[in-house]
């Protein structure tokens, strides 16, 4: 019995040392000093602010995907619609962190090097490989994997690209797509995608949720 209790002591000790370790761990985190890259691209993106007008994402969606990125420790990205690199700018500095490198696509050679130029100026060339092509074509013939995907391009061929890409991401890599709405919200998502949701979420290969909170993001988990 003396025992029991002793060990029954011990066990909740310990539990309470790794949430101690956890909480530590979470503040250092928060509290990590900035790099002198970190500075950069929170100067770029603050003077940036306001003046993204390019079909770019709004700030909450770019550091919603930054966030992805950190929590899930991904490496291998791929952005489908660069435009001028609003989004492509939150990827970079994310990968920045985890080791990881972008690939990403646009069509429109003068937003292609305006985005190269802006992924310049941020610091952050280094994480990206900008890629001028059209997506239908270049998607199918990318010969490596991925562990996330941000998918911003032709709307209506969101499912084409998915359908594409998805034997090409890991397992446990995530599938996010732009401008989605669900039925419910009494919001309407841009053309095309809320047939990609329905499709999407008819899957059992993936677990998908949307993310209300900016433009609209379909995020997908493959299981
Ligand atoms: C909504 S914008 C992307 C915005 C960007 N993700 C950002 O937040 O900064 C869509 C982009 O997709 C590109 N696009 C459309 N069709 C494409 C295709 N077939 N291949 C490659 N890019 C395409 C357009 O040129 C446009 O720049």
Redesign the pocket.
Known sequence: MKGNIVSMGAVTCSMFFILFIQVLDLQSQKTAPKTELDKKVEAFLEDYEGK?R????PASD?KLLYDIILKNGYTKGL??????????IWIAWAFSKTGGKLIT????ET?HKQALANLKEAGLLDYVDARL????ELVKELNVTFDFV?S???KG?YINYFKDVAPKLESGGCFTV?NVRPKGTGQRGMRGTREYLEYVLGLDTFTTTVDNSGGGLAISYKN
């Open positions: 993204w390019d079909m770019n994402v770019g952005e489908i619609g660069t435009s001028t690199g609003h989004s492509a696509i646009d069509i429109d937003r092509a059209d997506a239908h941000f911003d391009a032709d061929w732009h």
